[in-house]
Nanobody
Framework: QVQLVESGGGLVQAGGSLRLSCAVSRIIFSSNTMAWYRQAPGIERELVARIGTRGTTNYADSVKGRFTISRDNAKNTVYLQMNTLRPEDTAVYYC????????WGQGTQVTVSS
């Protein structure tokens, strides 16, 4: 049973915006801090942003002020609004719990051209 399904990636020019979505099974979503991660070629997967069950957020310094994480409890979905994108944001983006407790989904590719 697929627990995490990411979508919303694409190709965008530098300075542009994208909104990623991650559909999460209800039992996972309701009791976990959720997070977005990304992995660029040759680089370890890194934590980008996280949001607690009560909405508390935290961001990596590299995206602070440009990305916004949110969650819709009625839809069991976590979002990542990405603004002012840079070429270095190019990566496959994944969602998971903060502790990476679930099997990884397929991710969604974000490519930012200069």
């Amino acid at each position: 049973q697929v627990q995490l399904v990411e979508s919303g990636g694409g190709l965008v020019q530098a300075g542009g915006s994208l909104r990623l979505s991650c559909a999460v099974s209800r039992i996972i979503f309701s009791s976990n801090t959720m997070a977005w991660y990304r992995q660029a070629p040759g680089i370890e997967r890194e934590l980008v942003a996280r949001i607690g069950t009560r909405g508390t957020t935290n961001y990596a310094d590299s995206v602070k002020g440009r990305f916004t994480i949110s969650r819709d409890n009625a839809k069991n979905t976590v979002y990542l609004q990405m603004n002012t994108l840079r070429p270095e944001d190019t990566a496959v983006y994944y969602c998971n719990t903060l502790g990476r407790t679930q099997a990884w989904g397929q991710g969604t590719q974000v490519t930012v051209s200069s």
